[in-house]
């Protein structure tokens, strides 16, 4: 799986956008970008994840450059609950044959301040 | 859907004793299960990858006659800490992987709630 370059921490005002961004520049064609967030103490949440295109869920909208070397993360209106360590992942095509492994790099800790 | 456990949630123990941890996919069957470990502010290293009816595929440094994993089933995985020592202390992390006979998100994994581990 490709590396990820992400900041060590961020912190956002409670009610604002956080935005975080996330460098893949090694990203291979057939890999997608995950994202994951771990609050303190639990396992690891799913967030969402995407191949070129944008993508928005319930959580999250995820922005992927033209060229596929970085994303961001976009959380539209943090709250509390928020604060956690996002951890971005590349890996390859689940699915179509055996899992692949997840390998979690530093990831960042995101602060929501009140 | 896709719902891990993990049991205990939390275990101490005392130095050269044995501690087995359990990971449950409830609502799934798992072919394959991942087994991470977590120090103090610090990331999940994955430990090895469980799949059902064979041997574990240790990570490179991780002691495979330490960690012992069984597979028995597509539902459940275990861990087994052997002789635990006080370094042996972390949070213990499993997920499982969505099998190729589901018919949405296969291959995908989910994760367990952890397990704290305190050896004493």
């Known amino acids: 799986d490709a590396k990820t370059t992400q900041p060590p921490s961020m912190d956002c005002a409670e009610g604002r956008a956080a935005n975080l961004p996330c460098n893949h520049s090694?990203?291979?064609?057939?890999?997608?970008v995950y994202w994951y967030r771990q609050i303190h103490s639990q396992g690891p949440q799913y967030i969402i994840h995407?191949?070129?295109n944008n993508e928005t869920n319930e959580m999250a909208s995820l922005i992927i450059t033209e060229d596929r070397k970085s994303s961001t993360l976009i959380l539209p209106h943090a709250t509390l609950r928020d604060t956690a360590v996002y951890y971005c992942?590349?890996?390859?095509?689940?699915?179509?044959?055996?899992?692949?492994?997840?390998?979690f790099g530093s990831g960042t800790r995101l602060s929501i301040r009140p | 859907g896709a719902v891990v456990s993990q049991h205990p949630s939390w275990v101490i123990c005392k130095s050269g004793t044995s501690v087995k941890i359990e990971c449950r996919s409830l609502?799934?069957?798992?072919?394959?299960m991942f087994w991470y470990r977590q120090f103090p502010k610090q990331s999940l290293m994955l430990m090895a990858t469980?799949?059902?009816?064979?041997?574990?595929?240790?990570e490179q440094g991780v002691e495979k006659d330490k960690f012992l994993i069984n597979h028995a089933s597509l539902t459940l995985s275990t861990l087994t800490v052997t002789s635990a020592h006080p370094e042996d202390s972390s949070f213990y992390i499993c997920?499982?992987?969505?099998?190729?006979?589901?018919?949405?998100?296969?291959?995908?994994?989910?994760f367990g709630p952890g397990t704290r581990l305190t050896v004493l």
């Open positions: 997920s499982a992987a969505k099998g190729q006979s589901s018919s949405s998100g296969r291959g995908e994994q989910f």
């Open positions: 090694t990203i291979s064609g057939n890999e997608y």
């Open positions: 995407g191949l070129k």
């Open positions: 992942i590349v890996r390859a095509t689940p699915g179509y044959s055996s899992a692949s492994k997840i390998i």
């Open positions: 609502d799934f069957q798992a072919t394959t």
């Open positions: 469980s799949n059902e009816g064979s041997k574990a595929t240790y």
